[in-house]
């Protein structure tokens, strides 16, 4: 079987997994975020490393059958609102202030938008001339794209008759204009209008970066089009990506891969931890199950295609920590990959937790990052010596254990806002590179009493996009009424799918179709093609096609627990700074060496390339068939 590659690009880290014959090889590389292609092509050449000995990005790239990528660079883009002057056009009498409700609307209507807007009449006689009208000056504005979101599909349509015939294509003067309508048939225009300001904001720059990776990719000859993994699990060719659908891929494939491990092990409720480099983005599993919303969050506006619901809080291996009002504080400001922490040597002269684990003796220096990054003991020290003890007053080794305990009570609080509607009690996953560490910390604030933590905890994103198939979901809005509508835009969903999943390579028949409605009250029917359409109650409501072509992924191993083996031998010890404020020589094993069903107690450390689990006194652990760690506390310390 020729390998499947799955590659998510984060802000510190970019992460790969390799599957070939139910294997994986994972590896890392630092995120360049002055150039996201050179850190893509940089984890394949790693990964090549490590299965063909010397590398060889040429030979894994032609011996991949899909690569499938999830991108950190349209996130980037809004968060630092770095992009496109956008323009937008809509009916005049238009409720723009309902674009403007908050202060999350008010501050990115200002970036993206600011006074690039204007109201038009869209009477039929006075259309064509008060678009073209329009598009002329906002283009003299500076304006690049524009949004045009007007009432209704038929005069979205219209107006784009009008500017092909003042603006055509074939000319240099064509402008790029996003129908609102064209992106997404809802009748909600405020979500509508933003769902196409912030597309229209991301196009350019994804647009720019995913077909020069393409374009990389295919100087090594790759065998198939790059996939690009979307918010929604999906993954479909680049010039099939909607540029929305990018923002928070990461965090959905850490998703997917914790429902694989939550219907593995039959969890019934699992509350996700996932540290990376800027933030912990935390989520709540019922039987495995990812929860969505209908109508999306992005950056805190409401969107109209669905999303996943994940709880992000600026605290992550980067974050920076500082004092204020003599108390020590933590994040939401990262140092990312560049500089990165005090400790990388790259310039960095703040403290992260990076560098307290460093000091506590948690971090080997010579190991770190599979020993291709030498940690700086001495760059850590000076920065939490002039950044915390000296303006606390207190000494080295009290800051550290004080900055540990911010840390972990800013993840606590993070895990704990998601777990606040009540429920069963749950089972944490912690992953990202730093969720091993602190899994067993938060977990004791909390009360969880279970853990576990998967074999590829430090790549965990990029193994949940190996999980993804090749798809397309389409949604639009139906009135209630005997079904004759719903069927007429099943029909065009219909259309649409067998275009765009011959543009895939593949025929409609080959592909599995699923379509649902979502019903005003909140209700989801599934729609059966062979059966009549049933009449719908009153009110606007989704419906949603999925055209879905299955590409192979990692299967999971069945679990045996009969056999019991022991603790292996540690291949060393290392001096910890504990809580009582002593330092204690803590065994140190390779997870590599740790067969499954082998058990044993901590406090131990348990090390792989690329993060290393903390498990502290009171939790005992046994490696599963699938190497994952499986953690079970067995005593309460004293607070």
């Not at 940089?42 to 010397?54: C, I, N, Q, R, T």
């Not at 940690?375 to 900055?403: H, K, N, S, Y």
């Not at 999980?467 to 509508?485: M, P």
Request: charge should be negative; include cysteine.
């Amino acid at each position: 079987m020729r390998s499947l590659v799955s590659i998510d690009n984060g802000g510190t880290f970019t992460d790969i997994c390799v599957f070939s014959e139910n294997q994986v090889t994972h590896a890392k590389s630092l995120t360049t975020p002055y150039d996201l292609t050179k850190c893509l092509l940089d984890v394949l050449a790693e990964a090549s490393s490590k299965m063909y000995g010397p590398s060889d990005l040429t030979r894994l790239v032609n011996d991949t059958e899909f690569l499938r990528y999830s991108t950190t660079a349209g996130t980037n883009a809004l968060v630092q609102r770095s992009g496109a002057r956008l323009g937008l056009i809509v009916a005049k009498g238009a409720p723009l202030s309902d674009l403007r409700s908050n202060d999350v609307e008010r501050e990115l209507f200002t970036t993206l938008v600011g006074e690039r807007h204007l109201s038009i009449d869209v009477s039929k006689g006075q259309l064509d001339a008060s678009i073209t009208d329009a598009v002329n000056y906002l283009v003299e504005f500076g304006a690049r794209p524009l949004v045009v979101s007007l009432e209704s599909a038929e005069q979205e349509d219209r107006a784009k008759s009008a500017i092909l015939a003042s603006f055509p294509r074939h000319l240099l003067g064509s402008v790029p204009i996003q129908y609102s309508f064209d992106l997404i048939n809802d009748e909600n225009w405020q979500r509508r209008t933003w769902t196409a300001l912030v597309n229209a904001f991301l196009h350019p720059t994804m647009e720019r970066f995913l077909y020069n990776a393409e374009r990389e990719l295919r100087q090594h000859r790759t065998r198939r089009p790059l996939l690009i993994y979307g918010n929604d699990g999906s993954s479909s060719r680049v010039a099939k990506t909607v540029a929305i659908k990018t923002y928070g891929s990461g965090p959905r494939g850490g998703l997917e891969a914790a429902a694989a491990t939550a219907q593995h092990y039959g969890l019934e409720r699992v509350v996700t931890m996932d540290i990376g480099g800027t933030t912990t983005d935390v989520s709540v599993l019922d039987w495995g199950l990812i929860q969505e919303a209908d109508a999306g969050q992005l950056d805190g506006i409401s969107v109209s295609f669905p999303a996943s619901e994940v709880f992000s809080s600026g605290v992550g291996g980067s974050s920076v920590f500082y004092v204020e009002d003599s108390t020590i504080h933590v994040g939401p400001r990262s140092v990312g990959a560049v500089p990165g922490p005090a400790c990388f040597g790259r310039g960095g002269e703040e403290p992260t937790i990076t560098d307290v684990y460093l000091l506590m003796g948690i971090l080997e220096p010579s190991t770190y990052f599979g020993g291709s990054l030498t940690l700086d003991e001495q760059r850590a020290r000076e920065a939490i010596q002039t950044r915390i003890v000296e303006p606390l007053g207190i000494g080295f080794d009290e800051a550290l254990l004080a900055m540990e305990h911010a840390y972990q009570a800013r993840l606590a609080t993070a895990v704990g806002g998601a777990l606040s509607n009540g429920g069963p009690p749950a089972t944490l996953l912690a992953y990202g590179g730093a969720g091993p560490m602190n899994a067993c910390g938060a977990a004791e604030i909390l009360g969880i009493d279970e853990i576990y933590i998967p074999r590829f905890a430090a790549v965990f994103s990029a193994f949940g996009v190996g999980f993804s198939d090749i798809s397309h979901r389409y949604r639009v809005t139906v009135s209630g009424g005997d079904g004759s509508e719903m069927q007429e835009k099943l029909d065009k969903l219909r259309h649409r799918a067998e275009r765009d999943m011959f543009a895939e390579g593949f025929e409609l028949g080959d592909c599995k179709l699923v379509a649902t409605v979502q019903l005003s009250s909140g209700k989801k029917l599934d729609i059966d093609f062979d059966d009549e359409l049933v009449k719908l109650e009153p009110g606007q409501h989704w419906l949603d096609l999925t055209a879905t072509k299955a590409i192979p992924h990692y299967e999971y191993l069945s679990e045996n627990g009969s056999s019991t083996k022991p603790r292996p031998d540690p291949i060393r010890a290392q001096s910890v700074l504990v809580a009582s404020g002593k330092r204690e020589d803590v065994p140190v094993a390779r997870l590599d060496d740790l067969n499954p069903n082998m058990h044993g107690a901590g406090p131990l450390l348990i090390e792989d390339d690329y993060f290393t689990a903390r498990i502290l006194d009171g939790w005992e652990f046994r490696i599963t068939m699938n190497q994952d760690i499986h953690l079970q506390r067995t005593t309460r310390r004293e607070p």
